[in-house]
């Protein structure tokens, strides 16, 4: 796969899925913008693509004005934005009776919304080109569900009938949106994760960063053209739908 002179923004880039999936487009060619909501989250993503194409920006997913800020910061180095990666994504657990209203808000904001927000943003842009590829990071969590996770699982299963929508609306457009829903993988947010629940994996073992960003990958390239709506599940066989 070949994404020379594609332009590619993924969110939540200075660490984990992010980072991986930023630094396997821009070593297939592209350049990657990835974000961060502090300035050492940016700087850091600066540094570890300064060998190869592209930048680091400071962007609040959840500030409309921010947002803005960051797409005129790429356009105005870069052009246009081909390819879109929503990755960004948080966890405030809790359960239902204990789950404050600020927990369930926050999630769903940064979560969902977010996606919402700058997916209005960038969508005018890869219909003026006519062509675009977007590619969202749902969960195992969005279809099965969670203990302590209301927030989260509503927050990820909501992306599933966004990103559908948005499919169907953007299909003759020459712009695909896909989903890519992780099982259990060894990141920050699944340090915790205890042996019983690898014993559920029929695969026996967790997944990695780059077995996710290997499936976002491929639904952003050519390869997947003729693939929209779409969700790629990346879990061992611990839920097959």
């Known amino acids: 796969m070949n994404f020379l002179g594609k332009i590619a923004i993924v969110t939540g880039a200075s660490r984990g899925i992010g980072k991986s999936t930023a630094i396997m487009l821009a070593e297939k060619g592209a350049t990657v913008i990835g974000t961060s909501s502090t300035k050492e989250g940016a ?6 693509l300064k060998k ?10 959840t500030n409309i004005y921010s947002i803005k800020k960051a797409i005129k910061y790429v356009l105005k180095h ?3 934005i081909d390819i879109l990666i929503n990755n960004v994504g948080i966890v405030e657990d809790n359960f239902l009776c204990k789950m404050t209203f600020f927990q369930w808000e926050k999630v769903l904001r940064v979560n969902l919304s977010s996606a919402f927000y ?5 969508v005018p842009l890869m219909k003026k080109k006519k062509y675009g590829r977007i590619v969202t990071v749902s ?3 969005g279809f099965i569900g969670n203990i302590g ?8 299963s909501g992306l599933i009938g966004f990103n559908k929508s948005m499919a169907l609306e953007l299909s003759s457009k020459n712009i695909t949106v896909n989903i890519v829903a992780p099982g259990y993988i060894k990141t920050d947010m699944t340090v915790g994760i205890k042996k019983k629940v690898l014993n559920k994996i029929p695969m026996k073992k967790f997944g990695t960063k780059e077995d996710v960003a290997n499936a976002i990958i491929f639904l952003s390239s050519d390869c997947a053209k003729y693939i929209t709506g779409q969700t790629l599940h990346v879990n ?5 739908n």
Request: charged share 15%; hydrophobic share 40%.
């Open 43 to 48: 700087d850091s993503i600066k540094y570890y």
């Open 52 to 61: 190869m194409s592209g930048d680091g920006v400071v962007l609040e997913i």
């Open 78 to 80: 870069f052009c246009c």
């Open 118 to 122: 700058i997916s209005k943003l960038v």
């Open 139 to 141: 969960s195992i969590v």
């Open 149 to 156: 996770q209301i927030n989260y699982a509503s927050s990820k």
């Open 236 to 240: 061992g066989g611990l839920f097959m």
